[in-house]
T-cell receptor
Framework: SQTIHQWPATLVQPVGSPLSLECTVEGTSNPNLYWYRQAAGRGLQLLFYSIGIGQISSEVPQNLSASRPQDRQFILSSKKLLLSDSGFYLC???????????FGQGTRLTVV | QKEVEQNSGPLSVPEGAIASLNCTYSDRGSQSFFWYRQYSGKSPELIMSIYSNGDKEDGRFTAQLNKASQYVSLLIRDSQPSDSATYLCAVNNDQAGTALIFGKGTTLSVSS
């Protein structure tokens, strides 16, 4: 069966510090991968999605970036965090665009 | 701008009642529709998927889709306190390289 791992679960970082969140999927090949963010009291905002290694689409221009160095690995990064980057970051995967997405456990990021 | 709209609630129902959650979407090309449940502090989990007009039943849950009216709903029969959560509607138009677009969710509270 397929599983998705996301870490860390919680993170407190100072403003201006770098960020690296990692997500890996097991039990499937060539999944679509997604990064969403959920700010307090707000809906899920799509940040990035990838249909293959090295293929990243950005939905929201900001100080975040994503990379997919391996088929089942998706990384969210920032060089300098802002207070507004605080939120619940969720990695997800799907077989293809038209099918359901499955989420990791999420990372709650607080920028202080 | 593709949008998915949900009443934020809270929707309060007594235990054993039917809860009705509604969602409208703006993209007429949408083909895939999903309902997710999200408990406070947790990641979304898939409840139902529906692709064709009409009703789809799974246990106590029924999803209803009307593409002409751009409307999808979720009925929860015999509501239980454990159903208290935020319910997210998600939509995709199935074009290659696209991702689910989520509504902001409806908070359901089931009182015992």
């Amino acid at each position: 069966s397929q599983t998705i791992h996301q870490w860390p679960a919680t993170l407190v970082q100072p403003v201006g510090s770098p960020l690296s969140l990692e997500c890996t999927v097991e039990g499937t090949s060539n999944p679509n991968l997604y990064w969403y963010r959920q700010a307090a009291g707000r809906g899920l905002q799509l940040l990035f999605y990838s249909i293959g290694i090295g293929q990243i689409s950005s939905e929201v221009p900001q100080n975040l970036s994503a990379s997919r160095p391996q088929d089942r690995q998706f990384i969210l990064s920032s060089k300098k965090l802002l207070l507004s980057d605080s939120g619940f970051y969720l990695c997800a995967w799907s077989v293809q665009s038209s099918t359901e997405a499955f989420f990791g456990q999420g990372t709650r990021l607080t920028v202080v | 701008q593709k949008e998915v709209e949900q009443n934020s609630g809270p929707l309060s129902v007594p235990e054993g009642a039917i809860a009705s959650l509604n969602c409208t979407y703006s993209d007429r090309g949408s083909q895939s529709f999903f309902w997710y449940r999200q408990y406070s502090g947790k990641s979304p989990e898939l409840i139902m998927s529906i692709y064709s007009n009409g009703d789809k039943e799974d246990g106590r849950f029924t999803a209803q889709l009307n593409k002409a009216s751009q409307y999808v709903s979720l009925l929860i029969r015999d509501s239980q306190p454990s159903d208290s959560a935020t319910y997210l509607c998600a939509v995709n138009n199935d074009q290659a390289g696209t991702a689910l677009i989520f509504g902001k969710g409806t908070t359901l509270s089931v009182s015992s």
